[in-house]
């Protein structure tokens, strides 16, 4: 009788330590999901300038390395900055009530100290590395800030804007290494950059439409405006295409790769996904950042191995 009654607090004692521990961890997944590392992704932009320029060795590794953990530190500080601003508008949104702090899983004065904590560990780790590189992410923090505050609901300032932040990721790469970008890269990001923020908008304003909505919440932009934005996102995409084009018969390219020619194969292949994705988009089958779909989008992840032979195949082929 008493074996039988220490088994079972013994029992208890067991089942209350695992609820403890899955509570611990349940609560640590929502503040995880609260700093949104899937969106990260958009990061790897830091390391573009390394591969352009084929500078592989371990120190500018390390370098871009370092700058990619301060940027999705200082990104992870204004998206919970933009959570605690936007909690109205995204409790009455049909997704955005289940983030963490819209939902009250996160308590709002977390919220402050998380998007504090995580803003001076960036700079901290920025300043290490380079006084350039902290002067980028000062700039890149200033223009989230605004974009945040006011531009957000400026009708195609905010694509802009949305793309000089992407683009600002590709310097803070290059401060970070020190590798000079040229003008056709910086061509490049910002049609091709534009061109994402506008298909971004489209499938908000798609999003919005399938619910009833006459406008995007806390945009500038109305149901009418569906067709321009779309334009927008197909001819900057096509821009971006046509610079591409350019950029392989330059004589930089010749310098860098003994067989260019393979990487004309890379227009085609961006032509159809940049044509995709506003058709993704205009179906209402995009419900995340074009960068983050596009990881998780088997089509699109087929056009990045294909883009990657191409660069190979140029880069490594034995004759010109």
Not at 257 to 272: D, E, G, S, T, V
Request: aromatic residues 10%.
């Amino acid at each position: 009788m008493g074996h039988s009654r220490f088994q079972a607090s013994w029992s208890k004692v067991l089942v209350g330590k695992k609820d403890t521990a899955a509570g611990t961890r349940s609560v640590l997944l929502t503040y995880l999901q609260e700093i949104r590392p899937h969106q990260w992704v958009k990061n790897l932009l830091v390391f573009v300038p390394m591969l352009a320029a084929h500078q592989l060795d371990m120190a500018t590794f390390t370098q871009s390395l370092i700058a990619f953990a301060s940027f999705c530190l200082i990104a992870s500080s204004v998206y919970v900055l933009n959570d605690l601003m936007d909690i109205e508008v995204d409790r009455a949104h049909p997704r955005k009530r289940f983030r963490p702090i819209a939902s009250g899983l996160v308590p709002l004065a977390h919220g402050r100290w998380m998007a504090a904590a995580l803003l001076v560990a960036g700079f901290t780790l920025a300043i290490w590395t380079s006084l350039l590189l902290a002067l980028v992410a000062a700039g890149y923090y200033a223009a989230t800030l605004a974009y945040s505050l006011v531009i957000k609901r400026q009708p195609i300032l905010d694509i802009w804007l949305l793309a000089g932040l992407y683009t600002t990721r590709i310097l803070a790469g290059a401060a970070a290494t020190e590798i000079g970008l040229s003008v056709w890269l910086l061509a490049f990001s910002g049609f091709f950059f534009s061109a994402l923020a506008a298909v971004k908008r489209q499938a908000e304003l798609v999003d919005g439409l399938s619910r009833g909505k006459s406008a995007a919440a806390g945009r500038g932009y109305r149901v009418e405006d569906l067709p321009l934005i779309s334009q927008i996102g197909i001819s900057a995409g096509y821009v971006a295409v046509l610079v591409m084009a350019l950029y392989i018969e330059s004589h930089t390219v010749a310098e860098l790769y003994p067989f260019r020619a393979a990487l004309l194969a890379i227009c085609p292949i961006l032509f159809f996904w940049i044509t995709r994705m506003v058709m993704v988009a205009h179906r209402g089958n995009m419900h995340d950042d074009p960068i983050v779909f596009a990881f998780r989008d088997r089509a699109s992840q087929i056009c990045l191995v294909a883009i990657g032979i191409s660069v190979w195949v140029a880069a490594s082929a034995p004759f010109r």
